[in-house]
């Protein structure tokens, strides 16, 4: 597994858990991927960011995505998903759980299409997994707990996304506390 990201606890709890990490802003994503797959590209690729992908001078598609939002041309910033349609092996699978809310523009649809990519996409399925994934942290065969980083009482729910969505404080999972109010 290979995980990409700029946030420094991010990338170093993937790498904790075993994945090869990849910072953008430091590496070209495309050329890593190839260097990492001796140029053949991945076999399956995920795109969990979506619209909130971050922009880089280095890649100007990133500032034009940003513009175009900007000017109410395009509500999302797709630069990942471009990245893995040129990356992404023929016949491979991109897969989108990423969020995305509206309009894209300057996608390279006839690449895609004679790679003869397949796109998975659409929101989580949480009924679906979620009995299956319990029963397997129950069994100990997944222990999520390096994920968590904070605990909190759920009053303090809205301190703990606004600390989330404004990547502070390494905040990358909260629980609630199991605190008894009293």
Same mark, same amino acid.
């Given at each position: ?16 858990? &075993? ?15 190839? !260097? ?9 690729? $995920?795109?969990?960011? =979506?619209? !909130? ?20 041309? !395009? ?19 991109? #897969?989108?759980? =990423? ?22 996409? &659409? ?13 397997? $942290? ?38 609630? #506390? ?5």
């Amino acid at each position: 597994m290979i995980a990409i990201d700029c946030l420094p606890e991010r990338l170093s709890m993937a790498e904790a858990g &075993g994945a090869v990490v990849v910072d953008f802003r430091e590496d070209s994503v495309i050329e890593r991927l190839q !260097e990492l797959t001796h140029g053949k590209g991945p076999d399956k690729c $995920i795109d969990a960011v =979506g619209m !909130e992908s971050h922009v880089s001078l280095a890649q100007p598609d990133t500032l034009y995505d940003r513009a175009e939002q900007a000017i109410l041309m !395009e509500n999302d910033r797709p630069h990942v998903l471009r990245e893995m349609i040129y990356v992404c092996r023929p016949a491979g699978v991109i #897969s989108i759980p =990423g969020v995305y809310s509206g309009l894209v523009d300057n996608m390279p649809i006839g690449m895609a299409m004679n790679k003869g990519l397949t796109f998975r996409m &659409g929101q989580t399925h949480v009924n679906r997994w979620t009995d299956d994934l319990l029963s397997r $942290i129950e069994d100990g065969q997944i222990d999520p707990s390096f994920l968590i980083t904070h605990t909190a009482g759920l009053e303090d729910g809205p301190e703990m996304y606004r600390l989330f969505r404004d990547k502070q404080d390494s905040c990358i999972k909260v629980v609630q #506390s199991l605190r008894r109010q009293e």
